[in-house]
């Protein structure tokens, strides 16, 4: 079954606690990317990989690294979780980037919790 | 950058009847993609529908369909015999047809309560 899995799926952690949120996907999918969603604002890109070793940032990247070492996964990396990144983590892929439709695939979401 | 709005937080309908998701959005380009997409509880993100900016025919699916009107950079969602099964929220969101990075920009979203 085509899918994109994260882990943990729930999370609660303390300030200053690095933690990983781990993406795996099995489509062959070049790109990836994560979003996180807060009430009212919807989802908002973090970061995004075209292909193995290559990131760029999204819209709100500070407080957040990426990853790209296989094709398959694209972790997500606090070094230093604050409250304000308490929210709903989605990553995504896709078949590639280019110009064109490409639809998006989205994991299940990782809901974390920063006191 | 674009930007999408939803001005409706939240909906509701009568189980069978008729509703419509309004959206909006604001962009320079003219080649682009908007979609409707669904999150039940389980918080999964499904496509709904999506639209072609250079299609004039608005797109439909099954119950679904949008009314896509390009000039006024809107891109409404209308949902036919509503069921149970469709209370959610809904997400309005764009893509640039040129974006290699392949972002979504996604509205605020509406919760549609359907009542039985």
């Known amino acids: 079954e085509a899918q994109v899995t994260q882990n943990p799926r729930y999370l609660i952690t303390v300030t200053g606690k690095k933690l990983t949120v781990t993406c795996s996907q099995n489509?062959?999918?070049?790109?990836m990317s994560w979003y996180r969603q807060d009430p009212g604002l919807g989802l908002r890109q973090i970061y995004y990989?075209?292909?193995?070793?290559?990131?760029d940032k999204g819209d709100v990247p500070e407080g957040y690294k990426v990853s790209r070492k296989e094709k398959r996964n694209f972790p997500l990396i606090l070094e230093s979780p604050s409250p304000n990144q308490t929210s709903l983590y989605f990553c995504?892929?896709?078949?590639?980037?280019?110009?064109?439709?490409?639809?998006?695939?989205f994991g299940p979401g990782t809901r974390l919790t920063v006191t | 950058a674009q930007t999408v709005t939803q001005s409706q937080p939240e909906m509701s309908v009568q189980e069978a009847e008729t509703v419509t998701l309004s959206c909006t959005y604001d962009?320079?380009?003219?080649?682009?993609?908007l979609f409707w997409y669904k999150q039940p509880p389980s918080r999964q993100m499904i496509l709904v529908i999506r639209?072609?900016?250079?299609?004039?025919q608005n797109a439909t699916e099954n119950r679904f369909s949008v009314n896509f009107q390009k000039a006024a950079k809107s891109f409404s969602l209308k949902i036919s015999d509503s069921q149970l099964g469709d209370a959610a929220m809904y997400f309005c969101?764009?893509?640039?047809?040129?974006?290699?990075?392949?972002?979504?920009?996604f509205g605020g979203g509406t919760r549609l309560m359907v009542k039985p």
């Open positions: 962009t320079s380009e003219s080649d682009y993609y």
């Open positions: 489509m062959n999918h070049e790109y």
């Open positions: 639209q072609e900016a250079y299609k004039q």
């Open positions: 990989s075209m292909n193995v070793e290559v990131t």
């Open positions: 969101a764009y893509r640039s047809a040129s974006n290699a990075g392949n972002m979504l920009t």
């Open positions: 995504a892929s896709s078949s590639h980037g280019a110009a064109g439709y490409h639809e998006q695939y």
